[in-house]
């Protein structure tokens, strides 16, 4: 586990980057410009997180996801890609490059099918009918 000292604004969002595996002086450069893009300061994490709503979904666009998912799933995915070495701050970026989108797109991992909503057509219930005099003789019978 890693110690990182908290002493303002800087320190979290460098943390944050951190995470992401940016380098040290990589994050310490890129906070100084996120901390002027931030609305919301009483939350960095999801200020930060909420910076990342609108490239997660342009990249993850073919997928149903909340903001939450796609944000989570396109950290990920920035992570399995190296991206941090890569790409750096493009992580934050709208208008990201098709070659950045598709690299991350090869790291989702799927654990079940996409689902699709379509309309379903009535099915017609048929009445259940009795066993019928031959069944009910044969078990008649055969039991007594």
Avoid at 6 to 24: E, N, T
Avoid at 49 to 73: E, H
Wanted: glycine content about 6%; proline content about 2%.
């Amino acid at each position: 586990m890693v110690a990182v000292n908290i002493q303002s604004v800087d320190d979290i969002i460098a943390a944050y980057l951190k995470y992401l595996k940016f380098s040290d002086k990589q994050a310490r450069k890129l906070a100084a410009i996120l901390k002027g893009q931030l609305v919301n300061q009483d939350n960095i994490v999801d200020a930060l997180d909420g910076l990342l709503v609108k490239p997660a979904k342009k990249v993850l666009s073919g997928y149903i996801l909340t903001d939450a998912q796609a944000v989570a799933l396109y950290k990920f995915c920035f992570l399995q890609a190296g991206g941090a070495k890569k790409w750096g701050a493009m992580l934050f970026d709208e208008n990201s490059s098709a070659a950045f989108a598709e690299a991350l797109r090869k790291e989702i991992i799927i654990n079940a099918p996409v689902y699709t909503i379509s309309h379903m057509e009535a099915q017609k219930i048929e009445p259940v009918l009795g066993h019928g005099f031959w069944h009910n003789w044969w078990h008649h019978h055969k039991n007594g």
